[in-house]
């Protein structure tokens, strides 16, 4: 073997060791993620995504960061309250990365930390709380424990975006009395209501009974108005016929024999058809020529 081919056949031994430790220290960076990397054991470049090649022997890749907004959910803690009763706690925490280098080199168990960090924090809330205040206070101690972690996680490029209590859970002792409390609060609402629709039912009925007399009355009322109208106008209009009959027997000019016979009607009508004697008026007489002053008369 010539020198010529050794030659070539280091040239290309050669091209083949760069093109594999070229290849090797290509790195792809994934969208939402960011690596940091080191130059000879110091902080040089935080890498974003896309394509990137790295030194060989002098650069790595210390730590790869997802910049994705997280969820941490942990164990259950145990806290007392102001009035001390011991109860579980059970939070979740959303965070995400903001710096990358002051999380690779502010701390080292960042969940581990987020996690004690909360512990301590809720126990802190809610032993200034009593029982009552925690059970309707989660909106408080969300807002409380969200503010003491987002001051503390700053440092370390963290920001907690919002901190969630799941579950609080009392002592079997405590949740009984609860029990038989909220039962004793729904049986007092259940006989309050029904007393309230009782006396609903009966001013209902009172008022139902007034507007039924009070339109009784005013039904009487009305029909006697309308009967003494009626009678009145009956009278009126009688009068008014006997005012036009006798207008009418005076234009005419009765003659004496005709005021004769009008006078016996009026007499036996006067009579109703009981009596036994008419009493016939002077008047009459004169214009009949009767001579006696009584007449009997039988059925």
Same mark, same amino acid.
């Given at each position: 073997?010539?020198?010529?081919?050794? =030659? =070539?056949s280091?040239? &290309?031994?050669?091209?083949?060791?760069?093109?594999?430790?070229?290849?090797?220290?290509?790195? &792809? &960076?994934?969208?939402?993620?960011?690596?940091?990397?080191?130059r000879?054991?110091?902080?040089?470049? *935080?890498?974003?995504?896309?394509?990137?090649?790295k030194?060989?022997?002098?650069e790595?890749?210390?730590?790869?960061i997802?910049?994705?907004?997280?969820?941490?959910?942990?164990?259950?803690? #145990?806290?007392? *309250?102001?009035?001390? +009763?011991?109860?579980?706690?059970? !939070?979740?925490?959303y965070?995400?990365? =903001?710096?990358p280098?002051?999380?690779?080199?502010? +701390?080292? $168990?960042?969940? @581990?930390?987020?996690?004690?960090?909360?512990?301590? *924090?809720? $126990?802190?809330?809610?032993?200034?709380?009593?029982?009552? /205040?925690?059970?309707?206070?989660?909106?408080?101690?969300?807002?409380?424990?969200?503010?003491?972690?987002?001051?503390a996680?700053?440092?370390?490029?963290?920001?907690?975006?919002?901190?969630e209590?799941?579950?609080? *859970?009392?002592?079997?002792?405590?949740?009984? @009395?609860?029990?038989?409390?909220m039962? %004793?609060?729904?049986?007092?609402?259940? +006989?309050?209501?029904?007393?309230?629709g009782?006396?609903?039912?009966?001013?209902?009925r009172?008022?139902?009974?007034?507007?039924?007399?009070?339109l009784? @009355?005013?039904?009487i009322?009305? /029909? $006697?108005?309308?009967? %003494?109208?009626?009678?009145?106008?009956?009278?009126?209009?009688?009068?008014?016929?006997?005012?036009? @009959?006798?207008?009418?027997?005076?234009?005419?000019?009765?003659?004496? /024999?005709?005021?004769? =016979?009008? #006078?016996m /009607?009026?007499?036996?009508?006067m009579?109703?058809?009981?009596?036994?004697?008419?009493?016939?008026? #002077? #008047?009459?007489?004169d214009?009949?020529?009767?001579?006696?002053?009584?007449?009997?008369? !039988?059925?």
């Amino acid at each position: 073997m010539g020198p010529e081919v050794i =030659i =070539i056949s280091l040239i &290309v031994i050669f091209v083949i060791l760069a093109l594999c430790i070229l290849f090797s220290n290509l790195c &792809v &960076v994934p969208q939402g993620n960011t690596w940091v990397i080191e130059r000879l054991g110091k902080y040089s470049a *935080t890498w974003e995504a896309g394509l990137h090649i790295k030194t060989p022997i002098l650069e790595k890749v210390v730590r790869k960061i997802s910049m994705k907004e997280q969820v941490a959910d942990f164990e259950p803690q #145990s806290v007392i *309250t102001k009035d001390n +009763v011991t109860m579980n706690v059970d !939070s979740v925490v959303y965070f995400q990365v =903001i710096d990358p280098k002051a999380l690779t080199y502010g +701390v080292e $168990r960042p969940i @581990a930390a987020i996690e004690n960090l909360c512990a301590t *924090t809720l $126990r802190n809330i809610i032993g200034s709380m009593t029982l009552d /205040e925690t059970l309707v206070g989660r909106e408080t101690i969300n807002a409380e424990t969200i503010k003491v972690l987002d001051e503390a996680t700053n440092k370390w490029g963290i920001d907690i975006t919002r901190v969630e209590v799941q579950n609080i *859970t009392p002592p079997l002792s405590i949740q009984e @009395a609860m029990e038989k409390q909220m039962k %004793a609060e729904r049986e007092k609402r259940a +006989v309050i209501l029904a007393a309230e629709g009782e006396k609903q039912s009966a001013i209902t009925r009172a008022e139902g009974e007034k507007e039924s007399a009070i339109l009784r @009355a005013d039904a009487i009322r009305e /029909e $006697r108005i309308r009967t %003494a109208q009626g009678e009145a106008e009956a009278i009126a209009a009688v009068a008014e016929a006997q005012a036009r @009959a006798i207008e009418m027997i005076n234009k005419v000019q009765p003659t004496a /024999e005709y005021l004769q =016979i009008r #006078s016996m /009607e009026a007499a036996e009508k006067m009579a109703d058809g009981q009596a036994t004697k008419i009493i016939v008026p #002077s #008047s009459l007489q004169d214009l009949t020529g009767i001579a006696t002053l009584f007449k009997e008369t !039988s059925k």
